[in-house]
Nanobody, 123 residues
Framework: QVQLVESGGGLVQTGGSLRLSCAASGSIFSINAMAWYRQAPGKQRELVATITSGGYTNYADFVEGRFTISRDTAKNTVYLQMSSLKPEDTAVYYC?????????????????WGQGSQVTVSS
C-alpha cells in the first residue's frame, strides 16, 4: 500500500520559518509530479507549489519568493521550506503525489494525499 506521511508543521511567529516534509512509501514504481496544497478555515484548498520529476518548479502568486519546494528522489520525499511567514499563511498543508504503483504484476496510476500538517502563524 502506497502512502504519503507528512511532518514538520507547527506554530511560528510572523516572519518565522518552517519546513514541511512528505515521504512516500510502499510499492512505488515512479513518482511524477509532487505538490503542496493548503486549506485555510472556511476556504477552498489551493495549490501552493509543484515540482516535476525533472525538478521543474512552479509557485502560486501568493508565495512571492518566500517558499521553496524541493525533492529527494532517492528518498521519495518532497519538502516545502517556508520563510517570512505571515498570519494569512495559517492553514492545513497537504502534500500530493502523482505516482505509479507496481503491485501484483500490474501498474496503477495514483494521486495520493498526505494526512495534512497544521501550520499556524501568530501575529
Amino acid at each position: 500500500q502506497v502512502q504519503l506521511v507528512e511532518s514538520g508543521g507547527g506554530l511560528v511567529q510572523t516572519g518565522g520559518s518552517l519546513r514541511l516534509s512528505c515521504a512516500a512509501s510502499g510499492s512505488i514504481f515512479s513518482i511524477n509530479a509532487m505538490a503542496w496544497y493548503r486549506q485555510a478555515p472556511g476556504k477552498q484548498r489551493e495549490l501552493v507549489a509543484t515540482i516535476t520529476s525533472g525538478g521543474y518548479t512552479n509557485y502560486a502568486d501568493f508565495v512571492e519568493g518566500r517558499f521553496t519546494i524541493s525533492r529527494d528522489t532517492a528518498k521519495n520525499t518532497v519538502y516545502l521550506q517556508m520563510s517570512s511567514l505571515k498570519p494569512e499563511d495559517t492553514a492545513v498543508y497537504y502534500c500530493n503525489a502523482d505516482l505509479t504503483e507496481y503491485s501484483g504484476g500490474t501498474w496503477y496510476g495514483r494521486s495520493l494525499w498526505g494526512q495534512g500538517s497544521q501550520v499556524t502563524v501568530s501575529s
